[in-house]
C-alpha cells in the first residue's frame, strides 16, 4: 500500500470512530436523563406523602384541641381523665410526624467535560487590593455585608477567611475555564460579577449581574444556591476543587464538580455586554 494510500485509509478509520463517541454520549446522556427523572419521581411521593400526613396531623390535633375545650367546662375530676386520656393520644400522635427530608439527586460524570474544558484553561491571578473588607453573609441570603479592614490593625488569622478575593483580570471575550478549591469550607461563593458590584459596601445577591454559586451551612445542613435569581440545587455538596466555565459570546457560565468530573449548575442564554470580573470567598471551615 502506497503513503497515500495509508493516509486515506487512516483517515477513514478515525473518522469511523467519532459516530461512535457521539453514539456513546447520546447512551450516557439518555440514562442520566432517566435516572434523574426516576429519582425526582421518588422524591416527589415522598414529599406528598409527609404532606398528606401533615395535612392529617393538623386535623387530629385541632380535635385534640376542641376536646380540651370542652374538657376546661367539665368538673375537676371528668376534667382530669379526660386530659390523662388526651394526652396520651398526643404523645401517640409523636411517633407519626413525617421526618425532614433532604431531597437531594444523584450527580454524574459527564464522560470528556473536563478534558473539552481544559481546552480553555486559564490560570486567574487574585488581587486582594481591590478592597480591603471582611465579608460576612447575611441569613436570609439577601446580600453580603462589607465591613473595612483597616491596614493598622494586625489581622487575626481565623477571621482572614472572610476576606473575598477578585481575579486581577477582567473577561470580556472568549471561552475560558479555571478551577478554585475551597477544600472543606463550610460557606462559600464563587463565580463572576459586574465591575461595579465589587465597590458596593452592600453586595445584593438579587443583582442581575451577578453569576454566583454559594455553599450555605446551617448546623450540619448543607445548601447550594446560585444567582440571579436566587435559586436552590438539590444536589450533594461539593467539596475540593470547582471548575468555573465561562463561554461570554454564548452567555454561558458553567460550575463543574472537578472530582466527580459532573455539572454543577450553569447559567444559560445570558447576554454579557460587560466586563466579568471572577469573584470568590470562602468562609470559616
Known amino acids: 500500500m502506497s503513503l497515500q494510500g495509508f493516509v486515506n485509509l487512516r483517515m477513514v478509520m478515525i473518522g469511523a470512530e467519532y459516530p461512535k463517541v457521539c453514539q456513546y454520549l447520546q447512551e450516557e446522556k439518555q440514562k442520566h436523563l432517566e435516572i434523574l427523572a426516576i429519582e425526582g419521581k421518588i422524591v416527589f411521593q415522598r414529599l406528598r406523602r409527609n404532606v398528606a400526613r401533615m395535612v392529617h396531623m393538623g386535623k ?6 376542641e376536646e380540651l375545650k370542652e374538657l376546661c367546662l367539665k368538673a375537676d375530676v371528668d376534667m382530669l381523665q379526660g386530659v ?9 400522635m409523636q411517633l407519626y410526624i413525617p421526618q425532614p427530608m433532604d431531597p437531594q439527586l444523584s450527580t454524574w460524570a459527564i464522560t470528556g467535560m473536563l478534558e473539552r474544558l481544559n481546552n480553555f484553561r486559564v490560570y486567574v491571578t ?7 473588607c471582611h465579608v460576612a453573609l447575611t ?3 439577601r446580600r453580603l455585608q462589607c465591613s473595612p479592614d483597616h491596614q493598622d490593625v494586625p489581622r487575626n488569622p481565623a477571621s482572614s477567611e472572610n476576606t473575598p478575593s ?5 473577561f470580556t471575550t472568549g471561552k475560558h475555564y479555571w478551577e478554585v478549591n475551597v477544600g472543606n469550607s463550610r460557606n462559600w461563593i464563587i463565580g463572576l460579577c459586574k465591575e461595579s458590584w465589587t465597590s ?14 454559594l455553599c450555605v451551612s446551617v448546623e450540619d445542613h448543607f445548601s447550594l444556591f446560585s444567582t440571579f435569581p436566587l435559586l436552590p440545587h438539590y444536589i450533594q455538596r461539593p467539596q475540593g476543587w470547582i471548575g468555573v466555565f465561562l463561554d461570554y459570546e454564548c452567555g454561558i457560565i458553567s460550575f463543574i464538580n472537578v472530582a466527580r468530573s459532573s455539572l454543577i449548575c450553569n447559567f444559560l442564554s445570558r447576554s454579557f455586554s460587560f466586563p466579568l470580573r471572577p469573584f470568590i470567598w470562602c468562609g470559616p471551615k
Do not use: C, P, V
Not at 60 to 65: A, E, G, S, V
Open 126 to 132: 487574585l488581587d486582594h487590593k481591590i478592597r480591603n
Open 84 to 92: 390523662g386520656d388526651t394526652m396520651k393520644r398526643s404523645q401517640l
Open 166 to 170: 477578585w481575579g486581577a483580570q477582567t
Open 200 to 213: 458596593r459596601n452592600d453586595m445584593l445577591l438579587n443583582s442581575e449581574d451577578i453569576f454566583l454559586l
Open 139 to 141: 441569613e436570609d441570603l
Open 60 to 65: 387530629l390535633l385541632r380535635r385534640i384541641y
